[in-house]
């Protein structure tokens, strides 16, 4: 059987990281559904950027709407919206099959709203009503400042793909907002079978950043010493041991008499989603974050050159609870080696948040450029974007 299937033996489902309109046309996306077992897809402006600069599949569209007078935001939306729609179509049955609990596309609020709740809030539900399709998800950065978002849309009946969760409290606030969420809607009487939500943990981003850490500290003229702990012996293994322990917070969350609670009137836990799964270093194993991490409840989104190496040479089995006293090990050591976790992933998010404002940023240049090459397009009149609102 093919590992990717095996996977959902164990439990968990596998996204993928990518969409683009030639992967919805040529019937790739809908194979994957049907052989693969694919349940969810997930994207984001930089892999829609390449989808545009490298095809011409949106060449006719972008000549059409720059015709119309559209800005670039505008059409980047109905470029957006049209293939996240043509993806919810596919995934539909998966959705229906499983009651509503799998086969979601995510589609992401301008990256430019990280830390406008107010304006994301307003965004995510114009999104929604555009797609109009009920497996969307709709992503949004868990910051700080966009948790009140998160819970109001959820409180909304607005599912939410919750991204860029580097840390352990992030994640608990983000799960804690989703029982608050619940909550509200339970008390107001409304239901809390209809609500869907996953938190996404980014994985390798983290063991980039700590190893360089790491290495920045490691002298090659002084031989390593026999201590407790070895910096050498916490390379490639921060990013994992976070994901183990984000689990064992996972299970202690929705359990117990606050859970029982919502869990008696059909609602269901915020599954736990591992992001970032491509593996950056060359030394480490190119599925490292896919069969470290398989578990219930859990999703693993995946971009295709991961989803081949698992496909071809992966081994699905129960590792997520596994050796959970070295991952509890690895957390501790890491401040005994001079490394502030916290620090750490504090600088990851507001790196990741500007990785994909860049990339937006270059998308909507990139369709500006295209309107102009392609069409009689010339910039409408200036008006306030939804990230230019004050803050």
Not at 221 to 239: F, K, N, W, Y
Not at 284 to 302: A, F, K, R
Request: hydrophobic fraction near 35%.
């Amino acid at each position: 059987m093919n590992p990717l299937r095996e996977l959902h033996d164990h439990g968990q489902s596998y996204w993928i990281d990518n969409l683009t309109r030639s992967m919805i046309r040529n019937g790739d996306l809908a194979r994957r559904v049907n052989e693969e077992a694919l349940r969810g897809v997930t994207s984001n402006p930089a892999i829609f950027q390449k989808a545009i600069a490298g095809s011409s599949d949106y060449d006719h569209d972008i000549r059409d709407l720059a015709g119309q007078g559209l800005g670039p935001e505008a059409i980047y939306e109905r470029l957006v919206t049209d293939d996240v729609r043509d993806a919810c179509d596919i995934l539909k049955p998966v959705y229906e099959f499983s009651g509503e609990r799998e086969g979601f596309v995510s589609l992401e609020v301008s990256p430019h709203l990280a830390r406008n709740a107010e304006a994301s809030v307003e965004e995510a539900h114009r999104l929604r009503t555009t797609v109009d399709r009920p497996n969307l998800l709709i992503k949004i950065p868990g910051t700080p400042e966009a948790l009140p978002a998160i819970e109001q849309l959820l409180y909304d009946g607005v599912d939410v793909n919750v991204t860029l969760l580097f840390s352990l409290d992030a994640y608990e606030n983000v799960a804690r907002a989703y029982l608050r969420a619940l909550e509200r809607r339970q008390r107001d009487g409304r239901s809390v079978h209809d609500v869907n939500s996953v938190a996404s943990f980014f994985l390798s981003r983290i063991d980039s950043l700590v190893d360089q850490h790491i290495e920045a500290g490691l002298d090659p003229e002084v031989p390593i010493q026999q201590s407790d702990p070895r910096p050498v012996d916490l390379l490639g293994r921060t990013a994992i041991a976070s994901a183990k322990v984000a689990y064992q917070h996972f299970k202690r969350l929705f359990s117990g008499q606050r859970w029982q609670a919502l869990a008696e009137n059909g609602a269901h836990p915020q599954k736990l989603l591992w992001a970032s799964t491509s593996t950056k270093n060359p030394r480490y194993s190119d599925v490292l974050y896919v069969e470290s991490l398989i578990g219930p409840h859990t999703i693993n989104t995946m971009p295709d050159e991961t989803i081949a190496a698992f496909a071809d040479h992966g081994k699905a089995a129960d590792t997520l609870e596994q050796e959970l006293e070295l991952a509890d090990q690895t957390l501790r050591d890491l401040p005994k080696i001079g490394i502030d976790l916290h620090q750490v992933t504090d600088q990851l998010l507001v790196e990741g948040i500007r990785k994909f404002v860049e990339p937006y940023d270059a998308l909507l240049a990139l369709i500006a450029e295209k309107g102009r090459t392609l069409g009689t397009w010339t910039p409408p009149p200036e008006s306030t974007r939804p990230h230019e609102r004050p803050q």
